[in-house]
Each structure stands twice: as C-alpha cells, then as structure tokens.
C-alpha cells in the first residue's frame, strides 16, 4: 500500500476468506456513486412505466378533458388506469377489454345509454371495477362479464331487454350499494364461477328473470346480505338461487327480505357446515318460500309465509336445524322429501301454522336422530297433513319430542315410525286431529309421559307393529273411536 488512506472491501466467497479486494479509497467512492446513480435511473424509469393513469371524459367536453365519449377513454387506457366521467348521457356501448377503473360522478346523472341495442357495457377477460352510473336501454344486458372479476359500486341498471347484470364463466365478483330495476333478470351468474361472491346492500326488483341467480365452484363462498328482492315474477324465477359445485361451499344469507317470486323465493343447494341462513322474510312465493338440495343447514329467525309450495322444503340433504321460524300460511310447513336426510334434525322453538299440507314432515336415514321441541303447530288443515310426522328408516333412531301442542291437524296430531327405546317422547297436548289419531307410531318402541290427547276423530294413541310401549301421566279423552289401541294388521 501507498499513502493513499485505502478502504478495504472484503468480498467473502466462503468461510475460508479466500478472496479479498483492497481499493482506493477515490475509486471506492467513484464505485459507489455509479451505483447510486444507476439505482435512481432503475427507479425513474419504473415509475414511468407503472404509473396508473386517469382520464377524464364530459360529453361537452371543455378544459382539462380527454375524451367526450367513454369508448374513446376506454380504448386508450391501460391496465390499472381510471376513468373519470363527468355528469351527461352517454349514448354508447362501451366494450372493456383492459383492466380498469370506471366511475362515474354521480350515480343519477351520469348514464349510459343502450339505444336499444346490444349491451351497454361489455367485459372481457379483465379486472374492472365500476361506480357511479345509470345504465339503461339496451336490448340484452345492462353489464355483461366474461371470464372477468368484476366489482360493481354505487349503479342503477334498470329497463334493459336482458338481465341487468350477466356472468359468464368469471372470477370473484362483488356487487354493493345498487339497484337493478325492471330488467328481464336481476344479477345473474352462469357456470360456476372460480372466485367468491358478494352481493350486499342492494335493491333488486321487478326483474322479469330471477332476481339473484349464482354458481360458484366447489369450496367457493357466497355473501348474500341486506339485499332487497321483490317481484321476481317470470313463471320460472327465484327470487334468490345460490349453487356451489360438488361438495358445496360456505353461505352467509342474511337479512335479505324476498317476496312476490315467480318460483322459489329462495333457492339453495350445496350449503356446507358453518353457513348462516338467518333473519329474513320470505313472502308470496309461487312454489316453495325456501328450498335446500343436498345441504348441511341450520335456518334462523326466518318468516316464511304465502308460499304456493311448501314454507321450507328439504330435499336429500344432511343435517338440518330449524329455530325461532315463523312458517305460516303456506301449501305445506317444514318438509323433507327426497332421499333420507344423511344427518340429523333439529326443530326448535317454531310456529308453524296454517299451512295446507303437514305441519312438519321429516325423514332421516337409520341411526340418525330427530329433535322436534317446543314449537306451536296449529291448524295444518289439509285432508292428508299430519300435525308432526317423523320417520327413521330401517331399526330407526333416537327421538325428543317434547313440549310441542299439536292441534287442528287434517289428519293425524304426531305420526312417528322407527322410535328407538331411550327417545323421549313427553310433556305435550294434541287437540282436535281431524281425520286420523291424536298420535300414531309405528314399528317403534316407545315411552309416552305426561301428553293429553283430545278430541281426535280417531284413537287418541294408536300403536301399530310396535315393540315395548308405555304410557305414563297422560290424559285421553273425547276421541271418536278410543283411548289407547294396539294392533298389528289393520291401521288407520
């Protein structure tokens, strides 16, 4: 070394130190001046490569402007882009292939209008978020989405000749804070979409189609939530039908108030374990208020009422509970149909009343248990409706029936098949069953305690095919043909 004051840069290649570097100390800093230099070029020329932009569109056009037609901003824009349209009426149909921001100033006054053709936003293959806008008057769709994950903000999309909001073969999609209005279908997602749902705080009306139709693949989620769905009316439409693929997928339906459905009020298939489906109204539905396909499904603090079909209709599902629900005034109450449910019921603090067919109808596979307490079950008054009709297939299962008065019922109060010894079957009252006994089991072996059974225009207890039985603490009286039978061949 000179008398040069040297800095000594160590480049350790291994734990051995083989190599070292001595320098200069100049041409040190000469070195680390470069690459300053070269770090900061990096930079400057990434931010002007990545840097998002916005433009603006106004039909008048004007100082500060970039487009007067939203198409013509759209054509220009690259990915991450926003454009910004001032209030006008823009009639025009706008085609997105990019993924881009599109918001509007002002959701009422800024309208895109379809001239009665076409769509009148077309999306393709992009990531796009659209707010604040009025989109109408097109001949099919008011937005149409194809392999696309969209967000929809802050949109009025009414009197459009298709469905206001149609997916095809998408991603994630979240719609919030709209109105879709007299369209001929509300939000509707077709083929199962890969990404997860969201559709909140929206109000969605007299659409000729379904009102909320979506699909999502297997394991997906679907958010349903303080939507507003009303006159569904087309002969094959649902208020609500939410589908996830193959072994289902989570649900969040919550107070989502569903009335005057073409068909189903709300329609639900694949619900897994851990979903809620509670605090809403279902009101004039066509067919059933709620149906549920291969589901795992607790309901609460539903009002199911009007339905032309059942007020909540099961078919081969799994477990299923029912609590603090109001079914009333429907062709039927709470039925399950279909192949036996896998799981077990839960029925709980409900009234279930006036209703044309069954009260309760449940049917669970061998093993599986049915709990059916303190519910009301009045007037369930059609010629071949049972109050409260449980079976459990094969050696059957075990059974709480406790604390429920039947009464006015168009056939028998209590029906239950396949009572195994250990079920509790207790502290109740059933009046006034009209065309069959006040309370029937079959193939069972049972325990009564504490039931009275009135005014029956058959048996009050009938007992057929049965096992052990015993009867404790109960009163049976006034029934048309008499108290407490058993028989083997002849039933009624």
């Given at each position: 070394?000179n ?77 991450g ?8 009426m ?7 292939p ?8 002002s ?25 604040g ?51 001929a ?57 939410v ?32 979903s ?44 299923f ?61 059609g ?110």
């Amino acid at each position: 070394m000179n008398n040069t004051r040297d800095v000594i840069l160590v480049n350790r290649c291994n734990q051995s130190d083989e190599f070292r570097t001595v320098l200069p100390a100049k041409m040190c800093v000469q070195v680390l001046l470069i690459l300053m230099l070269a770090a900061a070029a990096v930079l400057v020329v990434g931010a002007g490569v990545g840097a998002a932009a916005t433009w603006y569109v106004d039909d008048g056009g004007g100082a500060g402007i970039d487009f007067t037609k939203i198409q013509d901003a759209v054509s220009n824009a690259s990915a991450g882009d926003t454009i910004y349209v001032y209030e006008g009426m823009y009639n025009e149909h706008v085609l997105i292939p990019t993924s881009i921001t599109l918001s509007g100033q002002s959701e009422s006054n800024v309208t895109i209008d379809g001239d009665g053709s076409g769509d009148c936003v077309q999306i393709s293959s992009s990531d796009v978020a659209i707010n604040g806008f009025t989109i109408t008057n097109a001949s099919r769709y008011g937005i149409r989405a194809d392999y696309s994950d969209i967000a929809i903000e802050n949109v009025t999309i009414t009197a459009n000749g298709g469905h206001g909001i149609y997916f095809v073969h998408g991603k994630s999609f979240t719609i919030r804070n709209s109105i879709i209005d007299g369209n001929a279908g509300g939000i509707i997602y077709y083929y199962a979409a890969s990404g997860d749902a969201i559709v909140e705080d929206n109000t969605v009306t007299n659409n000729v189609g379904s009102g909320v139709r979506i699909s999502l693949a297997e394991g997906k989620s679907a958010t349903v939530k303080n939507n507003k769905i009303d006159n569904s009316a087309g002969g094959s439409s649902d208020g609500m039908y939410v589908y996830i693929a193959g072994s289902g997928g989570v649900m969040d339906i919550e107070n989502n108030p569903v009335t005057k459905s073409g068909q189903r009020g709300i329609y639900l298939r694949g619900v897994r374990a851990g979903s809620t489906v509670a605090n809403f109204t279902v009101h004039d539905s066509e067919t059933s208020g709620i149906r549920a396909d291969a589901s795992d499904l607790t309901i609460e603090n539903v009002t199911v009422t009007n339905s032309g079909g059942n007020g909540i209709y099961f078919y081969s599902a799994k477990d299923f509970t029912i609590r603090d629900c109001t079914i009333d005034g429907n062709a039927g109450g709470i039925i399950y149909a279909g192949n036996r449910a896998t799981g077990d019921a839960i029925v709980e603090d409900n009234i279930i009343t006036n209703n044309i067919g069954s009260g309760l109808r449940i049917g669970l596979t061998e093993g599986k248990s049915a709990t059916v307490r303190n519910n009301k079950v009045d007037n369930n008054a059609g010629g071949s409706s049972d109050g409260i009709y449980v079976y459990i297939a094969g050696t059957g299962g075990l059974m709480t029936i406790e604390n429920n008065p039947v009464t006015n019922s168009g056939r028998r109060g209590i029906y239950l098949r396949g009572v195994r010894r250990g079920s509790t079957i207790a502290d109740f009252a059933v009046q006034g069953s009209s065309g069959g006994s006040g309370i029937r089991a079959d193939a069972s072996d049972m325990t009564l305690e504490n039931v009275t059974v009135t005014d029956s225009d058959n048996y009050g207890i009938y007992f057929y095919s049965g096992k052990g039985f015993a009867i404790r603490d109960s009163t049976i009286d006034g029934n048309d043909w008499g108290g407490i039978v058993w028989r083997k061949s002849r039933y009624w």
